[in-house]
């Protein structure tokens, strides 16, 4: 079964400084995989996801993650933080390549943004 | 507005009761499911189906018990709480060429 590590359950960042979460998944076979963004007292909302052809993946909000198989890492960044930034992030993996695979999330990542 | 809708929002059971938590989706997604959240546990799938008449288990799935008479719904039901059970629960659906979730807003669930 396919598990998903987030590194750092809080992370904080200056205002304007440089966003990295982290996160790394089990299977050896290229998964489908997603970044989901969490703000306080809502469901989750799909940030970015790879499931083939360019590696690096652009979501929104300025947000884009890389697909490295030899390190099985998908790693969420984005160039200059802001405060609307601060939410909590989840990694989520699928266990198949169709639509109807179930999907694994991390147990997430808290941004704080710092003025 | 199309999406997933999860009801009631806010929910207080006492031990023993038991509730229907409702989630309806308007896109004709074949693929629904249900995860609760709960802290630094991330989501954890309890029941989920690839389509109408058709549900499986996830990792948490006791206590819970689900049907998907119709495309549209799936009803998840607790049937007799405990304390263990107070969380936030979400309803998530997927389409057919579209990978990813579509979520609800969530349903806060407390058992005293």
């Known amino acids: 079964a396919q598990s998903v590590t987030q590194l750092g359950s809080h992370v904080s960042v200056s205002e304007g400084a440089l966003v990295l979460l982290r996160c790394n998944y089990s299977?050896?076979?290229?998964?489908?995989l997603f970044w989901y963004v969490q703000y306080p007292n809502q469901g989750l909302q799909l940030l970015l996801k790879?499931?083939?052809?360019?590696?690096l993946v652009k979501g929104i909000n300025g947000f884009e993650a890389e697909f490295k198989k030899s390190e099985t890492s998908f790693h969420l960044t984005k160039p200059s933080a802001h405060m609307s930034d601060a939410a909590e992030y989840f990694c989520?993996?699928?266990?198949?390549?169709?639509?109807?695979?179930?999907?694994?999330f991390g147990s997430g990542t808290r941004l704080s943004i710092r003025p | 507005n199309a999406g997933v809708t999860q009801t009631p929002k806010f929910q207080v059971l006492k031990t023993g009761q038991s509730m229907t938590l409702q989630c309806a989706q308007d896109?004709?997604?074949?693929?629904m499911s249900w995860y609760r959240q709960d802290p630094g546990m991330g989501l954890r799938l309890i029941h989920y189906?690839?389509?109408?008449?058709?549900?499986d288990q996830g990792e948490v799935p006791n206590g819970y018990n689900v049907s998907r008479s119709t495309t549209e719904d799936f009803p998840l039901r607790l049937l007799s709480a405990a304390p263990s059970q107070t969380s936030v629960y979400f309803c998530a659906s997927s389409g057919d060429r579209d990978y990813g979730y579509t979520f609800g807003s969530g349903t806060r669930l407390t058992v005293v």
């Open positions: 790879y499931t083939t052809g360019a590696t």
């Open positions: 189906s690839v389509g109408a008449g058709i549900t």
């Open positions: 989520a993996v699928s266990e198949g390549r169709s639509s109807a695979s179930k999907i694994i």
């Open positions: 299977s050896s076979v290229p998964p489908y």
């Open positions: 896109m004709n997604h074949e693929y």
